[in-house]
Each structure stands twice: as structure tokens, then as C-alpha cells.
């Protein structure tokens, strides 16, 4: 696997533990780009030579499932944030709040 291959699949991985760590602690989670990201590495891994494939396969089988897990913490997330009544989207409470002032 090349250096650039390795070092973005690396980069990828800490990108999502850290949004694991955030998800954790209620933390906002920016995730703006990683599509971007992974669509470079897979072009990236397109030049790579065919003889390293199977370290390839292996590097991206474990990027997947930080992938997946990643999801399950977002889909509990907000599971969970649905649950407690906090379904408001922000829009939804301002517009509310402006028409209880204008009532007033």
C-alpha cells in the first residue's frame, strides 16, 4: 500500500474515533467532507499496484467497521434525543417562540 494510501486511511480512522469521543461526551460532531475524503482515498487506491490488494482489503475492512460503528453511535445519538422530546428542530422552536412574543 502506498504511504499517501496508508497515511489517509489512518487519517480516516482517527477522524471517526474522534466523532466516537465527541458522541460520548454530547459533543457536537463535524463530519463536512468525510464523503469528499473517502471518495479520494478510493481513487487513490485505484493506482495502487493489484500485488497489494489484500493489505488494501484489510486496512479498508477495518476503516468500515470504525465506519459502522460510528453510525450506530449517530443512530443512538439520536434515538436517544428523539426519546427525551428534543425532536424540535431549531427552526420549528424559533419560529414558536416568535409567534408567543407577537401574541403577547
Keep these: 500500500m502506498s504511504p499517501n494510501v496508508r497515511a489517509e ?3 480516516l480512522a482517527q477522524l ?26 478510493c481513487q487513490a487506491i485505484e493506482t495502487d ?10 486496512a479498508l475492512a477495518d476503516l468500515l467497521q ?5 453510525e450506530s453511535d449517530l443512530v443512538a445519538r439520536q ?3 428523539t426519546d427525551s422530546g428534543h425532536d424540535t428542530l ?10 408567543n412574543s407577537e401574541e403577547s
Excluded: W
Excluded at 17 to 37: I, N, Q
Excluded at 66 to 70: M, R, T, W, Y
Design 9 to 11: 486511511i489512518e487519517d
Design 16 to 41: 471517526i474515533a474522534t466523532a466516537r469521543k465527541h458522541l460520548a461526551t454530547h459533543r457536537t460532531v463535524d463530519l463536512k467532507g468525510l464523503d469528499e475524503r473517502v471518495k479520494t482515498l
Design 49 to 58: 499496484p493489484p500485488e497489494q490488494k489484500d493489505e488494501i482489503s484489510t
Design 66 to 70: 470504525d465506519i459502522d460503528a460510528l
Design 79 to 81: 434515538d436517544a434525543h
Design 90 to 99: 431549531p427552526g420549528q422552536a424559533t419560529s414558536t417562540y416568535r409567534r
